[in-house]
């Protein structure tokens, strides 16, 4: 269980079925979907980023807050798609402190989730569940990273192989979150913030296994790493 009052929050998604058990935690809510379709036995997974990885960034210091304002990356569905033929469990992890600092209400986080999800579904990626932190970066919390807690809370719920599994993210917090928890990684840069910092200057901490351009381009090289 992650600390106390600091618990992140989970949607459980599947492509025809959302909520069927919600589960409520000491202090927050966390949030829990098993679908009714037993998943097949699975041990790994690709955690994703939301923000950066499925769709486009807003500007800095702002918040993506509506559906209209959701904007797509090219490739994501067939990245997600291919990771789920492969058998990964597909996973999202997402700070979202625009929930913190009242842009938008968790039921509505929700909304917009349950909308992505719906909208990859139809092009045939599953996105198995959502696990969000809403709180802000001070007073720390467990969930949010780089901290791991969502990733091991997945795991824990999950029962899955964390050495087997990947982070894919944009962000130094994504990869450090990733490394915390075991779990091999991906930065994906996308367009010229691929050429910013070269991999091989930052901190052993934030040095991703892979780096790509964007989901669509990561898988591949997911699957052939795997395999070597």
């Given at each position: 269980?992650?600390?106390?009052?600091?618990?992140?929050?989970?949607?459980?998604?599947?492509?025809?079925?959302?909520?069927?058990?919600?589960?409520?935690?000491?202090?927050?809510?966390?949030?829990?979907?098993?679908?009714?379709?037993?998943?097949?036995?699975?041990?790994?997974?690709?955690?994703?980023?939301r923000d950066g990885v499925i769709n486009q960034k807003a500007p800095d210091g702002e918040y993506v807050t509506r559906w209209e304002d959701f904007h797509f990356l090219p490739g994501v569905a067939q990245g997600i798609t291919q990771l789920n033929r492969a058998g990964f469990h597909v996973i999202v992890v997402t700070n979202q402190r625009c929930v913190a600092k009242g842009l938008l209400s968790e039921i509505e986080l929700q909304d917009l989730h349950r909308r992505m999800s719906e909208h990859l579904a139809r092009d045939g990626a599953r996105i198995e569940a959502i696990y969000y932190c809403p709180h802000e970066v001070e007073p720390p919390c467990s969930c949010r990273k780089p901290s791991p807690g969502m990733l091991l809370e997945a795991a824990r719920f999950r029962d899955l192989d964390l050495s087997f599994s990947w982070m894919i993210g944009d962000s130094d917090a994504d990869i450090q979150a990733g490394k915390s928890a075991g779990c091999k990684t991906v930065r994906v840069s996308v367009g010229e913030a691929a050429e910013r910092e070269p991999e091989k200057v930052r901190a052993i901490e934030f040095v991703a296994d892979i780096t790509a351009l964007s989901l669509f381009e990561a898988v591949p090289r997911i699957l052939e790493f795997r395999n070597s």
């Open positions: 269980m992650l600390a106390r009052g600091n618990n992140c929050n989970t949607d459980g998604i599947t492509a025809t079925e959302s909520f069927v058990l919600a589960e409520h935690t000491q202090g927050r809510e966390l949030t829990r979907a098993i679908p009714f379709h037993l998943v097949e036995d699975m041990t790994k997974a690709a955690f994703l980023d």
